[in-house]
């Protein structure tokens, strides 16, 4: 069963909003579509396969409806009754969806899904994917959800670079490195994760920018890493205003060296 990095999720009230910060930076957002059964709508940053999704609400009425859609009901408490925008929930790419689905309820998980989706582009065009969703735990780290699309990776990826939505940031190689997560107990975290993607952990490590102690899950497309504040410092700042959260995004080869708070979230640009 193959396992890669698919998309960040950022919730954004008005994720047009996204655009003009992120062009700054010389990274291009691009219009995404609506997911009309969800009541939601989203604006798209593609690094090739991985991308960040910012994601937002259209119908609130539709939206409260859902119950099974994880994703939805967790944007619906997030940025319709806490109003807290901000990177939320990250998705990981599968080509075996059924077939996880009975694992993860084998390993005792509460799943939700499969499920079936679709968004309908500016162009009228329909794209379609299947998710599968793991119950949280109160007040921890929200579990990646899981999709599969109906197109291979080959064909999306083409896809993509014919309607020219990769390639085309400032620094033409831009990546998607890594997703940070802050965490109170880096530990049980990270072998929880680790055994969920059937990942094994790097060496820990300090992270003096973030204040923090950190492990990193190796995932093809886009690593994961998992901090642990060691102190005062964004990575401390996080965890007491948000709770455990996904919070830092590090791109590689932008033609930068920076580090900034950026759309309720920490950008690395290297």
Not at 27 to 33: L, Q
Not at 127 to 139: G, H, R, T, V, Y
Not at 234 to 239: F, I, M, N
Request: charged share 25%; proline share 4%.
């Amino acid at each position: 069963m193959k396992l890669s990095f698919d998309h960040l999720v950022w919730f954004k009230h008005k994720p047009e909003n996204a655009k003009q910060p992120l062009s700054e930076q010389g990274i291009r957002v691009v219009h995404g579509g609506r997911h009309e059964s969800w009541g939601t709508y989203n604006t798209l940053s593609y690094f090739d396969l991985s991308y960040i999704e910012f994601l937002g609400i259209e119908q609130l009425s539709i939206a409260e409806q859902h119950e099974e859609n994880r994703l939805i009901t967790q944007i619906v408490q997030q940025l319709a009754k806490e109003n807290r925008e901000g990177p939320a929930k990250i998705a990981i790419r599968t080509d075996r969806i059924n077939e996880l689905a009975t694992k993860l309820r084998k390993e005792r998980f509460t799943v939700h899904g499969p499920l079936p989706g679709k968004r309908v582009t500016a162009s009228g065009e329909e794209i379609k994917w299947n998710l599968l969703f793991i119950e949280d735990q109160p007040n921890q780290l929200s579990f990646p959800f899981f999709i599969q699309w109906e197109k291979s990776d080959e064909e999306r990826l083409s896809s993509f670079k014919k309607k020219g939505m990769v390639g085309r940031h400032t620094g033409e190689n831009s990546k998607l490195e890594s997703v940070g997560f802050v965490v109170r107990d880096l530990e049980e975290t990270i072998t929880t994760w680790g055994k969920l993607l059937n990942l094994t952990p790097g060496e820990e490590f300090r992270n003096d920018v973030l204040h923090a102690r950190c492990q990193t899950l190796e995932l093809p497309g886009t690593n994961l890493f998992f901090c642990t504040p060691l102190g005062n410092g964004p990575a401390g700042k996080v965890l007491h205003e948000r709770g455990e959260t996904p919070f830092l995004v590090n791109l590689a080869e932008t033609n930068q060296n920076i580090f900034i708070e950026m759309l309720n979230g920490y950008w690395r640009f290297q």
